[in-house]
């Protein structure tokens, strides 16, 4: 059965940090591109951060550029989201989504999502 499973959410002031954490279980972690996804109050769920199956690659979305960080390790099939310098815009649910296949900037054909983490960042 796979597991996509993340930790790490919680409640910062603006200008703190948290590092998310996403582990999998069930699939072939290494052979699967991922991303990070927002889902923030009222907007529609938006990819921030996305990396190739090798963990090589990563892509970012305009705003989040030098404050978000994401790496795999697929020896331990995890992933993870380092957050910085976070702004009350950053609130929202974070999911990881497995993907087959890793164009034009962005993991896609996601097969697996998580059940998302909360963060809260106020001002």
């Known amino acids: 059965q796979v597991h996509l499973v993340e930790s790490g959410g919680g409640s910062v002031q603006a200008g703190g940090s948290l590092r998310l954490s996403c582990a999998g279980s069930g699939f072939l972690f290494a052979g699967y591109c991922m991303g990070w996804y927002r889902q923030s109050p009222g907007k529609e769920r938006e990819g921030v951060a996305h990396?190739?199956?090798?963990?090589?690659?990563?892509t970012y979305a305009d705003d989040v550029k030098g404050r978000f960080t994401v790496s795999k390790n697929n020896a331990d099939s995890t992933l993870s989201l380092s957050m910085h310098n976070l702004k009350p815009e950053d609130t929202g649910v974070y999911y990881c989504?497995?993907?087959?296949?890793?164009?034009?900037?962005?993991?896609?054909?996601?097969?697996?999502w998580g059940q998302g983490t909360q963060v809260t960042v106020s001002s």
């Open positions: 990396i190739t199956a090798s963990g090589w690659n990563t």
């Open positions: 989504a497995a993907g087959v296949s890793f164009r034009r900037g962005s993991c896609q054909s996601l097969a697996y």
